[in-house]
């Protein structure tokens, strides 16, 4: 079941009473929909990837058998307060319930619990285009996008093709010195074993070194409708 997000979003509509472009229009009742997009399909562009039998989702754990999907993913503390909603698996946990490094391609993603990344939704109401933003990197934020409502395999795919783009000398000037010398240690460390990865140089990924393992996304407390990456270096 979808779980309201510790920070409330202020209401998606506008003061006509008209949802926003990137708002999937619904019908009055939410509870009535199934919370598997109908032929949603990855849209995070080249570095899309479907989690195909040659890349199959890993389970890790058990799930009891009586342990069942939900059709109506929806449930806020008060009828009366607008809420995004955001899959329970996207929800901020460091206990390892999605075992993701994001130096890996999002096939090494491995669930605890059955789960279909290509078709479920990531956000409730459905959303085109989520916002999400790089912790201390504000201008590397980017988006997660899907015209059939933004699904779990989008925003994996978003995070690792935008955090694996590299890092220009110009770009890298203008850093900070401490990222910069984070970038640089982290850049050794990914490398270290592959010479041809050392040779393409640093990544944005190098510059949150030695926080690499994906645990979940947080609402922006800003009102923006932004979500933050958290990322850290070892499961609690």
Same mark, same amino acid.
């Given at each position: 079941?979808?779980?309201?997000?510790?920070? =409330?979003? @202020?209401?998606?509509?506008?003061?006509? #009473?008209?949802? /926003?472009? +990137?708002?999937?229009?619904?019908? %009055?009742?939410? !509870?009535?929909?199934?919370?598997?997009?109908?032929?949603?399909?990855?849209?995070?562009?080249?570095?899309?990837?479907?989690? =195909?039998? @040659?890349?199959?989702?890993?389970?890790? #754990?058990?799930? /009891?058998? +009586?342990?069942?999907?939900?059709? %109506?993913?929806? !449930?806020?503390?008060?009828?009366?307060?607008p809420?995004?909603?955001?899959?329970?698996?996207?929800?901020?946990?460091t206990?390892?319930?999605?075992?993701?490094?994001?130096?890996?391609?999002?096939?090494?993603?491995?669930?605890?619990?059955?789960? %279909?990344?290509? !078709?479920?939704?990531?956000?409730?109401?459905?959303?085109?285009?989520?916002?999400?933003?790089?912790?201390?990197?504000?201008?590397?934020?980017?988006?997660?996008e899907?015209?059939q409502?933004?699904?779990?395999?989008?925003?994996?795919?978003?995070?690792?093709?935008?955090?694996?783009?590299?890092?220009?000398q110009?770009?890298?000037?203008?850093?900070?010195?401490?990222?910069?010398?984070?970038?640089?240690?982290?850049h050794?460390?990914?490398?270290a074993?592959?010479?041809?990865?050392?040779?393409?140089?640093?990544?944005?990924?190098?510059?949150?070194?030695?926080?690499?393992?994906?645990?979940?996304?947080?609402?922006?407390?800003?009102?923006?409708?932004?979500?933050?990456?958290?990322?850290?270096?070892?499961?609690?």
């Amino acid at each position: 079941m979808y779980h309201q997000s510790t920070s =409330s979003l @202020k209401s998606s509509t506008s003061n006509h #009473g008209q949802a /926003p472009p +990137h708002v999937i229009q619904s019908p %009055s009742s939410w !509870s009535s929909l199934p919370w598997v997009a109908q032929n949603a399909q990855p849209q995070s562009g080249r570095e899309s990837v479907s989690l =195909s039998p @040659k890349y199959p989702v890993v389970f890790i #754990g058990e799930t /009891p058998s +009586h342990q069942s999907i939900p059709l %109506s993913p929806y !449930s806020t503390t008060s009828a009366n307060t607008p809420a995004q909603l955001v899959h329970p698996l996207l929800e901020r946990d460091t206990s390892g319930r999605i075992q993701y490094n994001i130096a890996h391609h999002p096939s090494y993603i491995q669930f605890r619990t059955p789960v %279909s990344p290509q !078709s479920e939704q990531a956000f409730y109401p459905p959303i085109t285009r989520a916002r999400i933003r790089v912790p201390g990197l504000p201008a590397w934020s980017f988006n997660a996008e899907n015209p059939q409502g933004v699904t779990l395999l989008d925003v994996f795919n978003a995070i690792y093709a935008n955090l694996h783009r590299p890092v220009g000398q110009s770009e890298f000037a203008k850093l900070p010195p401490p990222v910069q010398h984070t970038a640089t240690a982290g850049h050794a460390a990914r490398t270290a074993a592959n010479r041809a990865d050392f040779m393409q140089g640093v990544k944005r990924l190098d510059c949150l070194y030695p926080n690499s393992l994906f645990v979940g996304l947080s609402l922006s407390s800003d009102g923006s409708g932004a979500w933050n990456l958290s990322l850290v270096s070892r499961y609690h």
